[in-house]
């Protein structure tokens, strides 16, 4: 019987068995031992009942046990539900009886919250728990040791839900998004498809160049015009999307492969985020990628600078706090980021300003900014520059799955104006789980209703302004926060910042800008107004300033500007509003 990860662990154990998956401190875990941990906790799950279908909780920090964990509920047909560990009592019972989960395996570090919950998850009936012992649950090590390696002969097929992972909630209560293998084998298929046409018209600066392991007459080849013709012809792109997939992964590109390991790190996303969580079935897939994680739960710039240090990644992947918590570190001028040929943004958009750091830090680098959601699986764009001057500000580069933009009457809008981005393709999801009537507002005639807010610029590039429920409108006028909040930004002594609107009797709703300030700066509200007035126009400009320790953030760093409404959001009166114009 075919078990889709199942065949993909074997095949990469057998072909690749030294091969490293992940490097965790002084850890460096195999496809061989992976294999073989997986299918042991595999063979205990289908002991305890568990059996095809049933939805399991997998909460771990990045670390070895997630892949165990999450490889063994899928040799069982299961489904691993991925749960945020900073979750209250609260929203771990939310998230565990919504789905119906039926057993929760997590790390004693979490003991607290979910002991809290325990009584209020009437469907989770086995718990086990890795670390210290605890009543009525089993033993994460103890069943690894009393089961043997033989899989269970559990068939799952391309087309079966391999994950539901849960929105973040900034549009109401978290959404479970069900992707199946096949919503991934396309990703990997949209993804390398959709570089093709990039790699066209791309001019390599010499700095990059010295950092490829290629002879010179190969990447002047590369570069050479019929090769870029070429690449710029959609038959060609077509082929190659299909063809370069099945090759990856392959026995034979296993084999050539072993020993030339690449490495990646995405220190400051969790992997019960869809944007590192599809590194899980894509990984199997190719076969030869080792990731490199962090021992430390909480992002800490530090060592991750000493880990890039030591262990040489490719590819560097940061949400755009991240980066910024990177970039400034005090001593980062003292550590070799030089192996770092790949700087990868997501879950965010990163502005030009962020990037210009990122290239005047790590030379001879290329900056991938790739876009999307977690219903998309997660990526839907890509934009690469290779140096400064290409930056452009809010672009995400073109799409590489089909794409539109269309106003409130669903009919699609010209180049240059701004709609709703849609999406059409085997990257989109199977819906929200137990949640039909969210499933058909969101996916209406085949298109996935993103609720971003952009436009294609005269490049053909996908710029994106906002999110469609964040834009506020102050009598008639559309105002986009991310526009006033990158501008508010540069001001000397602002470290965050999160506009929002509230309500006001005269315009209907006024700009409110709620403010971090750096350690010790003293900030002034109305010099900060007063000073908005030759940067934006007059309706854009905070008409209330409110200033905050910290703010409430998502588990890849971004704030919630949902909570931030909720807690700063009260009504600005006549009088105020008067005063402040």
């Given at each position: 019987m075919a078990n889709f990860i199942g065949d993909h662990l074997d095949k990469c154990a057998k072909h690749n068995p030294d091969g490293c998956y992940l490097i965790y401190g002084d850890r460096r875990c195999t496809w061989k031992e992976l294999n073989l941990?997986?299918?042991?906790?595999?063979?205990?799950?289908?002991?305890?009942?568990?059996?095809?279908?049933?939805?399991?909780?997998?909460?771990?920090?990045?670390?070895?046990?997630?892949?165990?964990?999450?490889?063994?509920?899928?040799?069982?047909?299961?489904?691993?539900?991925?749960?945020?560990?900073?979750f209250t009592a609260r929203e771990i019972v939310f998230q565990a009886?919504?789905?119906?989960?039926?057993?929760?395996?997590?790390?004693?570090?979490?003991?607290?919250?979910?002991?809290?919950?325990?009584?209020?998850?009437?469907?989770?009936?086995?718990?086990?728990?890795?670390?210290?012992k605890h009543r009525g649950m089993k033993s994460y090590e103890q069943l690894m040791d009393?089961?043997?390696?033989?899989?269970p002969d559990?068939?799952?097929?391309?087309?079966?839900?391999?994950?539901?992972?849960?929105?973040?909630?900034?549009?109401?209560?978290?959404?479970?998004?069900?992707?199946?293998?096949?919503?991934?084998?396309?990703?990997?298929?949209?993804?390398?498809?959709?570089?093709?046409?990039?790699?066209?018209?791309?001019?390599?600066?010499?700095?990059?160049r010295g950092k490829l392991d290629a002879p010179d007459w190969l990447l002047s080849l590369a570069t050479s015009k019929p090769v870029r013709y070429l690449l710029g012809r959609q038959w060609l792109q077509t082929t190659l999307g299909n063809l370069v997939p099945k090759a990856i992964g392959t026995p034979l590109s296993l084999k050539l492969s072993a020993g030339q390991e690449i490495k990646a790190m995405?220190?400051?996303?969790?992997?019960?985020?869809?944007?590192?969580?599809?590194?899980?079935?894509?990984?199997?897939?190719?076969?030869?990628?080792?990731?490199?994680?962090?021992?430390?739960?909480?992002?800490?710039?530090?060592?991750?600078?000493?880990?890039?240090?030591?262990?040489?990644?490719?590819?560097?992947?940061?949400?755009?706090?991240?980066?910024?918590?990177?970039?400034?570190?005090?001593?980062?001028?003292?550590?070799?980021?030089?192996?770092?040929?790949?700087?990868?943004?997501?879950?965010?958009?990163?502005?030009?300003s962020l990037k210009h750091k990122i290239f005047d830090h790590i030379n001879g680098v290329i900056?991938?900014?790739?876009?999307?959601?977690?219903?998309?699986?997660?990526?839907?764009?890509?934009?690469?520059?290779?140096?400064?001057?290409?930056?452009?500000?809010?672009?995400?580069?073109?799409?590489?799955?089909?794409?539109?933009?269309?106003?409130?009457q669903d009919q699609e809008v010209a180049p240059g104006e701004t709609g709703e981005i849609v999406y059409r393709g085997g990257t989109v999801m199977q819906g929200y789980y137990n949640e039909p009537d969210k499933t058909q507002e969101a996916i209406k005639n085949g298109w996935f209703h993103s609720g971003d807010l952009g436009y294609?610029?005269?490049?053909?590039?996908?710029?994106?302004?906002e999110r469609k429920n964040e834009c506020i409108s102050s009598g008639g006028e559309k105002i986009f926060p991310h526009e006033i909040e990158e501008i508010l930004g540069t001001y000397d002594g602002i470290?965050?910042?999160?506009?929002?609107?509230?309500?006001?009797?005269?315009?209907?709703?006024?700009?409110?800008?709620?403010?971090?300030?750096?350690?010790?700066?003293?900030?002034?509200?109305?010099?900060?107004?007063?000073?908005?007035?030759?940067?934006?126009?007059?309706?854009?400009?905070?008409k209330s300033i409110i200033f905050t320790e910290q703010f409430p953030v998502t588990a890849v760093g971004k704030v919630q500007r949902g909570k931030v409404r909720e807690l700063y959001g009260q009504p600005l009166s006549n009088v105020e509003t008067e005063l402040s114009n």
């Open positions: 941990r997986a299918k042991r906790l595999a063979s205990a799950l289908k002991a305890m009942g568990i059996e095809k279908g049933d939805k399991v909780i997998l909460m771990f920090h990045n670390c070895p046990e997630f892949f165990e964990a999450n490889y063994a509920i899928q040799l069982v047909g299961a489904i691993p539900v991925p749960m945020n560990y900073r009886e919504h789905c119906g989960a039926v057993a929760y395996i997590f790390e004693d570090i979490w003991m607290e919250a979910v002991l809290a919950a325990k009584p209020d998850m009437k469907s989770v009936k086995k718990y086990i728990l890795r670390g210290k009393q089961y043997s390696a033989n899989s559990v068939e799952t097929s391309v087309d079966d839900i391999c994950v539901i992972c849960y929105t973040g909630g900034t549009t109401g209560m978290p959404k479970g998004v069900m992707l199946t293998y096949a919503n991934h084998v396309r990703l990997l298929e949209s993804m390398i498809s959709g570089i093709l046409p990039r790699l066209s018209n791309i001019e390599i600066p010499p700095g990059i995405m220190p400051s996303f969790p992997f019960f985020h869809d944007a590192a969580y599809q590194l899980c079935i894509i990984g199997p897939i190719t076969g030869n990628m080792a990731l490199v994680c962090p021992t430390s739960i909480s992002f800490n710039p530090e060592e991750v600078l000493q880990l890039i240090e030591k262990e040489k990644p490719q590819l560097l992947g940061n949400v755009p706090t991240g980066w910024k918590l990177l970039l400034k570190h005090p001593e980062i001028k003292n550590y070799d980021l030089s192996s770092v040929l790949i700087a990868a943004t997501g879950a965010g958009v990163a502005p030009a900056i991938a900014d790739i876009f999307g959601q977690t219903e998309m699986t997660p990526a839907t764009t890509m934009r690469l520059d290779l140096s400064p001057a290409t930056l452009k500000d809010r672009c995400i580069g073109k799409p590489f799955v089909e794409t539109k933009i269309v106003n409130e294609i610029d005269v490049d053909g590039d996908l710029r994106i302004l470290d965050e910042v999160c506009v929002i609107g509230v309500p006001d009797e005269t315009w209907g709703s006024s700009v409110r800008a709620v403010i971090q300030h750096k350690i010790g700066v003293e900030l002034d509200e109305q010099a900060i107004i007063d000073w908005c007035k030759d940067k934006m126009a007059g309706y854009k400009k905070p």
